[in-house]
């Protein structure tokens, strides 16, 4: 499954993006999908996550209450819509997917996520 990430780009603070990952090989509706991002120098983190088992989004405490993940299965997109960003919030951005359903606490771990997109840049400035 190759996995395609777009949307980024520069904002300033305050302001809102909307991300979108697509996939040209067949559909997300059967596959937990996620975004992370990684900030330079700094670790791979979790930002949202989407199961499609029972369909609760997961946040990070971070982002909880300005990002929201949703998903377009006819579309087989998946969107991370970003309000209120700061500039904590600079980072690339990459999509995931698990073909398994992960349990709830495991969903922000990197190595549940089978399939990763290239990665698009959001810069937010003062």
């Known amino acids: 499954v190759q996995l395609q990430a777009s949307g980024g780009g520069s904002v300033q603070a305050g302001g809102s993006m909307r991300l979108s990952c697509t996939t040209s090989?067949?559909?997300?509706?059967?596959?937990?999908v996620a975004w992370f991002r990684q900030a330079p120098g700094q670790e791979r983190e979790f930002v949202a996550a989407h199961r499609w088992t029972d369909r609760r989004p997961s946040y990070a405490n971070s982002v909880k209450g300005r990002f929201t993940i949703s998903r377009d299965n006819a579309q087989n997109t998946v969107f991370l819509q970003m309000n209120s960003l700061a500039q904590e919030d600079t980072a690339v951005y990459f999509c995931?997917?698990?073909?398994?359903?992960?349990?709830?606490?495991?969903?922000?771990?990197?190595?549940?996520?089978?399939?990763w997109g290239q990665g698009t840049q959001v810069t937010v400035s003062s």
């Open positions: 090989e067949g559909t997300f509706s059967s596959y937990t």
């Open positions: 995931a997917a698990a073909q398994r359903s992960p349990v709830w606490s495991a969903l922000g771990s990197i190595q549940q996520y089978d399939y």
